[in-house]
Nanobody, 123 residues
Framework: VQLQASGGGMVQAGGSLRLSCAASGRTFSNYAMGWLRQAPGKEREFVATISWTGGSTSYADSVKGRFTISRDKAKNMVSLQMNSLKPEDTAVYYC?????????????????WGQGTLVTVSS
């Protein structure tokens, strides 16, 4: 599956952004999907994942209650709604297709990566 992320930008603390990831390929609906991020000088980390049905989600503690992951299987899209953004959310965000279950947060489970999209949150 091929992935194309978009929607990054610069926002003030407390603001909102919505990231989108367009997928191509007939097998998109078979994959759990996720968003990961990498801040400068830090390792890439999982932010949120969603099951292939869309019925189950998982979030990093740092974004719970602020971020919402969703998917539209008809449109082959995965989105990440980010509210109440903080400066520490500043990172390059990546969408990814997981070969395993949505709760298996292991980089070795990533089947495909989208290109990153930069989110910058100013204080």
């Amino acid at each position: 599956v091929q992935l194309q992320a978009s929607g990054g930008g610069m926002v003030q603390a407390g603001g909102s952004l919505r990231l989108s990831c367009a997928a191509s390929g007939r097998t998109f609906s078979n994959y759990a999907m996720g968003w990961l991020r990498q801040a400068p000088g830090k390792e890439r980390e999982f932010v949120a994942t969603i099951s292939w049905t869309g019925g189950s989600t998982s979030y990093a503690d740092s974004v719970k209650g602020r971020f919402t992951i969703s998917r539209d299987k008809a449109k082959n899209m995965v989105s990440l709604q980010m509210n109440s953004l903080k400066p520490e959310d500043t990172a390059v965000y990546y969408c990814a297709a997981l070969r395993g279950r949505w709760f298996k947060w292991d980089l070795s489970e990533i089947d495909s990566w989208g290109q990153g999209t930069l989110v910058t949150v100013s204080s």
